[in-house]
């Protein structure tokens, strides 16, 4: 049985399947939509950021209808329409402001990915695959930072990783928790098995003592 704290990794599966469709979404056109100008690209990085906003909220209703939390999530999904909308407000600014906030977003996700790997669970592919996109993003942070002219395409690269990540951790989350299911079936039926075979010995101790 997988061991997962009841937190944010805990989300459900398909949330994290749709971000990681998202993300490769908008990576590969960041990466390869070579005839798109500078404005564009940055339009598409806060068009991007605003789609992980609203699917956060999303998870935060269904965090809060399950009872398991939404504090985390609403944080999330605030903390990406604040970035989106610093990009989209400012697409007449200079280059530099663009580049401080990708970089600087990334970044910061990177790092929050290594601190949620490592306290969030304790299941090893889980662990792995926070800290191995954590770690992405915390070098891509400073990639970004130097990179100058193509720091958006950069950022593409980035959001494909994140992406792939998403979808490889959705897909073993539901296999997780198909075997947290199993396994709660599993003690269920042999804590009934028990019961009743206490309460045969019970009833055969009764008739004993009766004679």
Not at 88 to 110: A, E, K, M, P
């Amino acid at each position: 049985m997988a061991h997962i704290n009841r937190k944010y990794i805990d989300s459900h599966w398909l949330i994290f399947v749709i971000k990681g469709l998202v993300a490769i979404g908008f990576g590969a056109f960041a990466i390869f939509d070579m005839k798109r100008d500078f404005a564009s690209l940055v339009t598409t990085a806060g068009i991007f950021l605003l789609s992980l906003s609203i699917i956060e909220f999303i998870n935060a209703l269904y965090r809060a209808r399950s009872k398991t939390g939404w504090g985390v999530s609403v944080s999330l999904a605030v903390a990406d329409a604040v970035v989106a909308l610093a990009l989209l407000f400012t697409i007449s600014q200079s280059t530099i402001w663009h580049l401080y906030i990708i970089s600087g977003y990334t970044f910061i996700r990177g790092f929050a990915e290594i601190i949620a790997g490592f306290r969030a669970t304790v299941d090893p592919t889980d662990r792995f695959t926070w800290v191995f996109s954590g770690i992405c993003g915390a070098i891509m942070g400073i990639v970004i930072l130097n990179s100058r002219e193509y720091f958006v395409r950069f950022f593409g690269v980035y959001l494909l990783i994140i992406g792939i990540c998403a979808l490889f951790y959705g897909v073993h989350n539901r296999a997780q928790k198909q075997e947290d299911r199993i396994a709660r079936q599993e003690t269920a039926a042999l804590a009934a098995k028990t019961r009743r075979k206490n309460a045969s010995k019970s009833r055969r101790s009764v008739k004993k003592s009766k004679k």
